[in-house]
Nanobody
Framework: QVQLVESGGGLVQAGGSLRLSCAASGSIFSSNAMGWYRQAPGKQRELVESITSGGSTNYADSVKGRFTISRDNAKNTVYLQMNSLKPEDTAVYYC????????????WGQGTQVTVSS
């Protein structure tokens, strides 16, 4: 069983920055791919970006050049640095973990709200 706890969400003005953190426990963190998803009101959950156990990353086009995912295996933590935030980035952001060998993310955090005001 994997537990994921997000933190760092909040209210920020357009153009500002936030850093989300996700602390993981209950698994071999360094072996798992990690990801950040978001879900805005009335929309489907979408992958924002992910990072493999080896450090390779994959970004949604909408956040390229603005968001950066990183991981600290010593702290069992994955981060999402969000810069140049836009009102359309407003959503609940979820941390996700993919157990090694599986094809999809199988554990989820409870979510943290990010609100960007114009």
């Amino acid at each position: 069983q994997v537990q994921l706890v997000e933190s760092g969400g909040g209210l920020v003005q357009a153009g500002g920055s936030l850093r989300l953190s996700c602390a993981a426990s209950g698994s071999i963190f360094s072996s798992n791919a990690m990801g950040w998803y978001r879900q805005a009101p009335g929309k489907q959950r979408e992958l924002v970006e992910s990072i493999t156990s080896g450090g390779s990353t994959n970004y949604a086009d909408s956040v390229k050049g603005r968001f950066t995912i990183s991981r600290d295996n010593a702290k069992n933590t994955v981060y999402l640095q969000m810069n140049s935030l836009k009102p359309e980035d407003t959503a609940v952001y979820y941390c996700a973990s993919k157990t090694y060998g599986l094809g999809q993310f199988d554990y989820w955090g409870q979510g943290t709200q990010v609100t960007v005001s114009s």
